[in-house]
């Protein structure tokens, strides 16, 4: 039994270092956009880029480029602060005063989700893992 546990301890060590080395250089990167701006969330979009929510904006990053995605629309000038990747890859954004937006990426384009919602107080959110399109 000890043993079993030595190796899972082991693997997950390894497992543990090989995604800090893969991903650290993004990281870097994604540090060198906003100097001094603390990363809201974080996620990947359907390609594999890093998705960085910052103060200043949302920005995807992949091996050689940094792109900004220009957040949703907000006569409040509401900002989000949390990210998150749906289970068919879907990207929502959420924050209080903005409610909840999905990002299309074939139009680039934000579209609303806050028909249904009782108010735009929506501080967090989480996708389901398996269920697309459920929050």
């Known amino acids: 039994m000890r043993a079993m ?21 993004t990281l870097v990167q994604a540090q060198s956009v906003n100097e001094g701006q603390s990363v809201r969330a974080l996620t990947t979009d ?29 006569d409040s000038g509401a900002q989000p ?15 209080p005063g903005l409610g909840i937006w ?3 990426e074939a139009s680039k384009r934000w579209q609303s989700l806050n028909d249904t919602l009782p108010d735009l107080g929506v501080t967090a959110i989480a996708a389901h ?5 459920t929050l």
Do not use: H
Not at 81 to 95: E, F, I, N, P, T
Not at 129 to 133: F, G, I, L, R, V
């Open 5 to 25: 546990v030595s190796r899972l301890n082991s693997a997950v060590s390894g497992l543990f270092l090989f995604a800090f080395v893969a991903v650290m250089p």
């Open 46 to 74: 359907s390609s594999g880029a890093l998705l960085v929510l910052r103060q200043s904006g949302l920005f995807a990053l992949d091996s050689q480029n940094t792109t900004e995605i220009p957040l949703p629309p907000s």
């Open 102 to 104: 999905r990002y299309d």
């Open 81 to 95: 602060r949390s990210m998150a990747k749906g289970a068919d890859g879907s990207l929502y954004l959420s924050g």
């Open 129 to 133: 893992a398996t269920q697309a399109k």
